[in-house]
């Protein structure tokens, strides 16, 4: 590692870290469906990247990585070794929050918005560590600045970037405050802490709006690969309600047994696509044992689901459903249900193929004891080169 290398040369020795990073925040000015989060660099999200790039440059004690409570339980299936804590409403709540976990005396706190941190910058950071409360790159103002209408001397001005250096105990001190500040040596600083600043990097750029994303040159494209899950449901019949099939309704009076509405072939699409974005089951995100969940209309979950998986950086691209019922006939609604699923996962309805079978009176499907489907979906990162 040539920032350790460095450092040695320098007569320094390598001091016990943490790495904080700061990916909890609603990605509003990037202003798309997908998080900036999520997008991919080849097969990994952006988050993950940005972690991974600053876990090559030095050997950190601990990680810690902020999510936003709706993706935690996705994020914490990319990583074992990564401790993930739920972010607050705000950057500095996210921090607080991570910071409760960090157990070392000085912290690296970075966005994971700005994932081309180099190793240069960060030996620059480290070799100023010792005489300061906190180490902060920034970027000198190259344009004319005008502030409340007046020009100012840019020569006193910085931009100030990430990753920033800390002592753990000061941070945790400088964020207990009800003033919110944008970055970590604001807080610093307004409690009398000593601020060095060094000098950042360009390619350090933050993504805030969509177009940055041509400019955040350590980024690859996402890979191509396509992603296939399957997934499969059982739901027992019973009398007295209606029997909701791929969100139509197909009998009045014979529905399913269940916590939700019971649409079997709803339940078996959404695993199939939980099964392709790697992301668990339909329990896991809908357990049967919450109430906000009683007599649900599964529709209603498809959509948040579709939902989240465009945040998380999918795209659905097919889907087929075997639908396998003695009862009742299906032929007539197989079109509708095609339509009815396209339409809230919003694809083509000829990306959607509905498929029904009897089972020859075999088994319990066979018995009429109640209705069973398995379905595969396919799904593709989205591409931000595109846009
Ligand atoms: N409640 C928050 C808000 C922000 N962040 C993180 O802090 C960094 C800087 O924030 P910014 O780039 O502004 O990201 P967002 O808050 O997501 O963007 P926006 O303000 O456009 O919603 C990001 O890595 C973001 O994920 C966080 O962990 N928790
Ligand atoms: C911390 C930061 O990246 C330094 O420039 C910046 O202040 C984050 O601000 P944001 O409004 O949360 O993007």
Redesign the pocket.
Known sequence: MYNIVTLQKKGQSLPDLALVM?GA?SSS?FNQRVKKQWLRSEDTPLWLFATQNLQQLFPFKQIIVTTTPDEHFYAKKFSESITFVEGGA??QESLANALLHVKTPFVLVS?I??PCIDQEMLVRILAEMENNDIVVPYLPAVDTVVYENATINRDHVK????P?LSRTELLRKALQTPTL??????AIKAIGGKVAYVLGNPEAK?L?CKEDSATISCLKAPSSTPFVGEGFDVHAYEEGKVMMLGGVEVHPTTGFKAHSDGDVAIHALIDALLGAAGAGDIGELFPDNDPRYKNIDSKLLLREVCSFLAKVGFEIVHCDLTIMAEFPRLSAFKDKIRFCLADIMAISPIHVNVKATTTEKLGFVGRQEGVATSATATLKYYDWTNV
């Not at 931009?159 to 990430?162: D, E, K, R, V």
């Not at 500040?181 to 604001?186: I, K, L, N, Q, V």
Request: glycine share 4%; charged share 35%.
């Open positions: 700061l925040g000015r705000t950057r966005d918005a700005r931009l100030i970037q990430t920033q500040y944008t970055d970590d040596s604001s933050k805030t």
